[in-house]
Structures are given as C-alpha cells and as structure tokens.
C-alpha cells in the first residue's frame, strides 16, 4: 500500500486541479514546494496557513474536500468534530492509517 504522505500529497493535487484553474493552482503548489518536508503534519501546516491568504473564507471548503477525498480513499467513515481542525484530522487519519498498514502485515506474517 503506498505510504500516507504520498496518498495525502495526491489527494491534496487532486482536489486543487479539480477546482481551480493552472494559476491559482500552481500559486498553491508554488507555496506548498516551498515547505521541503513531505511530513503531513508540517504540508497540513502549509495548507492552512496558505489558502486563507489566497481563498479568504472559501478555504474552509477546500480543506473539507480534501479531508473528505483522504477519508474515503482509505475506506474511514469521516466523523465531523466540534474543534479539530484540518491539521487535526490529518494527523487523525495518519495515525489510523498507520496502524491499519501495522494489522495488514501481521496478518500476512501470520499466514
């Protein structure tokens, strides 16, 4: 299975071009190529930090189909929750992606 920070990375470049044109979306991906870490907690960082500058409000619906689009390609049922926010449930998914890949091979080892 590939590693979370690539299916974060693709889901983020997913929903980018599909909403907006090649400039507004190479302004996202120009500020997100100047965070050099690939870590999810410090992309998330970036994201939130970014898009309220060149959205306003709008971010707020970006961030949510970005969450959304994760959650489903990992087959999680999306729980909405009073004070997380989008790095919060990021690093929410990470972590339950992390122990599903733990299960997956030990179930494979134990066969």
Same mark, same amino acid.
């Given at each position: =299975? #590939?590693? !979370? &920070?690539?299916? !974060?990375? /693709?889901?983020?470049? /997913?929903? $980018?071009?599909?909403?907006?044109?090649?400039? *507004? %979306?190479? =302004? $996202?991906?120009?500020? @997100?190529?100047?965070?050099? %870490?690939?870590? #999810? /907690?410090?992309?998330?960082? *970036?994201?939130?930090?970014?898009? #309220?500058?060149? @959205?306003?409000?709008?971010?707020?619906?970006? &961030?949510?189909? *970005?969450?959304?689009?994760? +959650? %489903?390609? +990992?087959?999680?049922?999306?729980?909405?929750?009073?004070? +997380?926010? !989008?790095?919060? +449930?990021?690093? &929410?998914?990470?972590?339950?992606? /992390? &122990? =599903?890949? *733990?299960?997956?091979?030990?179930?494979? %080892?134990?066969?």
């Amino acid at each position: =299975m #590939p590693r !979370f &920070e690539d299916i !974060f990375m /693709e889901t983020i470049k /997913e929903v $980018i071009c599909n909403v907006f044109d090649g400039e *507004v %979306s190479g =302004m $996202i991906f120009s500020y @997100l190529k100047e965070s050099s %870490s690939r870590r #999810p /907690e410090d992309v998330a960082q *970036v994201f939130t930090e970014v898009l #309220p500058k060149i @959205l306003g409000i709008g971010h707020v619906i970006i &961030e949510d189909l *970005v969450i959304e689009t994760l +959650y %489903s390609k +990992y087959g999680r049922r999306l729980q909405w929750k009073k004070g +997380y926010g !989008f790095k919060d +449930y990021i690093l &929410e998914l990470k972590s339950q992606a /992390e &122990e =599903m890949a *733990v299960n997956e091979a030990q179930s494979r %080892s134990s066969l």
